[in-house]
C-alpha cells in the first residue's frame, strides 16, 4: 500500500479499493425490537428466486470528499447466466470511476480470477490513468469497502422482500444513502488503520 500511496501522491490520483458483495432474497438475521414473550415474525412467501452481485469503490484522495462508486448485476436464476461480474463489467466501473472523478485512479484490489486475468490485463494496460495494486491475500482488513457491505447488510437486516427486483431498488437506496455521508465512508477507511500521506521514508 505504500507504493500506491507514492504513486497516488505523484500522479494526483485517486485511491479506490474495490471489492464485490452479493445479496439473495433470503434476509439476514439481526436484533430488533418486539412485545416481550412474543418472537417477531415477518410471513414471507418463499417464492421467486435471484441474486443481486454488487462490485463497489471506495474511493478517496487528500483534500476532497470521499466517494463511493458501485454497480449492480441482477441474477435471475436463468439458463447460462453468469453469476458473477465480468471483465467488461469491471472496465466499465472503472471507466465510470474515472469519467465521474476526472483523475488518475490508483486501484487496489485481491487477487480474483478476474481481476487477473489475461483480458482484464490487457483491459489496464490499454488505459495511462489507470494503476493497480493487488491486496496481500486473506486481507479483507485493508479495504474499507468490506465495511460498506457490512453497514448494507445490517441495515436490511430482518428484512423480507417481493422479489429480485425489490431487493436491487432497497439496495441501491441504502447504497445511495452512504454515498451522501462521506464522514461514514472516511471512517471505513480509518478503521483499516491506513493513511492518505505517503510514507516519509
Same mark, same amino acid.
Given at each position: 500500500?505504500?507504493?500506491?500511496?507514492?504513486?497516488?501522491? @505523484?500522479?494526483?490520483?485517486?485511491?479506490?479499493?474495490?471489492?464485490?458483495?452479493?445479496?439473495?432474497?433470503?434476509? +439476514?438475521?439481526?436484533?430488533?425490537?418486539?412485545?416481550?414473550?412474543?418472537?417477531? @415474525?415477518?410471513?414471507?412467501?418463499? &417464492?421467486?428466486?435471484?441474486?443481486?452481485?454488487? %462490485?463497489?469503490?471506495?474511493?478517496?484522495?487528500?483534500?476532497?470528499?470521499?466517494?463511493?462508486?458501485?454497480?449492480?448485476?441482477? +441474477?435471475?436464476?436463468?439458463? &447460462?447466466?453468469?453469476?458473477?461480474?465480468?471483465?467488461?463489467?469491471?472496465?466499465?466501473?472503472?471507466?465510470?470511476? =474515472?469519467?465521474?472523478?476526472?483523475?488518475?485512479?490508483?486501484?487496489?484490489?485481491?487477487?480474483?480470477?478476474?481481476?487477473?486475468?489475461?483480458?482484464?490485463? @490487457?483491459?489496464? %494496460?490499454?488505459?495511462?490513468?489507470?494503476?493497480?495494486?493487488?491486496?496481500?491475500?486473506?486481507?479483507?482488513?485493508?479495504?474499507?469497502?468490506? =465495511?460498506?457491505?457490512? =453497514?448494507?447488510?445490517?441495515?436490511?437486516?430482518?428484512?423480507?422482500?417481493?422479489?429480485?427486483?425489490?431487493? @436491487?431498488?432497497?439496495? &441501491?437506496?441504502?447504497?445511495?444513502?452512504?454515498?451522501?455521508?462521506?464522514?461514514?465512508?472516511?471512517?471505513?477507511?480509518?478503521?483499516?488503520?491506513?493513511?492518505?500521506?505517503?510514507?516519509?521514508?
Amino acid at each position: 500500500m505504500a507504493g500506491g500511496k507514492t504513486v497516488a501522491a @505523484q500522479r494526483d490520483a485517486w485511491i479506490c479499493f474495490e471489492d464485490e458483495a452479493g445479496q439473495t432474497l433470503r434476509p +439476514h438475521k439481526a436484533r430488533t425490537w418486539g412485545r416481550r414473550g412474543h418472537i417477531p @415474525q415477518v410471513p414471507v412467501s418463499g &417464492k421467486g428466486s435471484g441474486r443481486i452481485s454488487i %462490485a463497489g469503490l471506495v474511493c478517496v484522495k487528500p483534500g476532497r470528499r470521499s466517494r463511493l462508486i458501485y454497480r449492480t448485476i441482477t +441474477h435471475r436464476g436463468r439458463k &447460462k447466466e453468469r453469476r458473477s461480474f465480468a471483465e467488461t463489467d469491471y472496465i466499465a466501473l472503472l471507466d465510470a470511476a =474515472h469519467q465521474q472523478l476526472g483523475g488518475p485512479i490508483v486501484l487496489v484490489w485481491d487477487n480474483l480470477n478476474t481481476h487477473i486475468s489475461a483480458a482484464m490485463r @490487457q483491459m489496464i %494496460a490499454a488505459r495511462d490513468w489507470l494503476t493497480v495494486i493487488r491486496l496481500p491475500a486473506y486481507a479483507p482488513d485493508l479495504n474499507p469497502t468490506e =465495511h460498506v457491505w457490512s =453497514h448494507l447488510k445490517r441495515s436490511i437486516g430482518n428484512l423480507a422482500v417481493q422479489g429480485v427486483d425489490h431487493l @436491487q431498488a432497497i439496495i &441501491k437506496n441504502r447504497l445511495k444513502r452512504i454515498q451522501y455521508r462521506p464522514d461514514l465512508l472516511d471512517s471505513f477507511l480509518a478503521h483499516t488503520g491506513l493513511t492518505l500521506e505517503p510514507d516519509s521514508t
